[in-house]
């Protein structure tokens, strides 16, 4: 339901809204989903995107959000994505 209500919202207010209802779902399987809103050009879907991890304890999540955030370019998303960092759940993905 979250990926069909994410791909669906065309506007980036709409997918900041579903981007936070994943972060609070923190479900792993929606890692797929959640890819393409790294690269989009509104800073606050891609801090959203960072956020939406902040639950999940797959190391592909600690992958993904190192992986963007060394690209990442604005000081914004770079500072939400180090928070989000800073919140995950410690876990066998590696989070301290």
Same mark, same amino acid.
């Given at each position: 339901?979250?990926? #069909? $209500?994410?791909? *669906?919202?065309? @506007?980036p207010r709409d997918? +900041?809204? =579903?981007?936070?209802?994943? /972060? $609070?779902?923190? !479900? ?13 050009? #509104?800073? *606050? ?5 960072? !956020? /939406?991890?902040?639950?999940?304890? #797959? %190391? ?6 190192? =992986?963007?955030?060394? %690209?990442?370019? /604005?000081? @914004? +998303?770079?500072?939400?994505?180090? @928070? ?6 410690? %876990?066998?993905? !590696?989070?301290?």
């Amino acid at each position: 339901m979250l990926t #069909d $209500n994410l791909q *669906k919202a065309a @506007k980036p207010r709409d997918q +900041v809204v =579903t981007l936070g209802a994943i /972060s $609070n779902y923190g !479900g792993e399987d929606l890692l797929d989903a959640v890819t393409p809103y790294f690269t989009v050009p #509104d800073e *606050k879907v891609r801090a959203a995107a960072y !956020g /939406s991890l902040r639950h999940m304890e #797959d %190391s592909r999540a600690v992958e993904m959000l190192t =992986t963007h955030y060394e %690209s990442e370019e /604005s000081p @914004k +998303v770079r500072a939400a994505a180090a @928070k989000t960092r800073s919140q995950m759940i410690p %876990s066998a993905a !590696g989070v301290a």
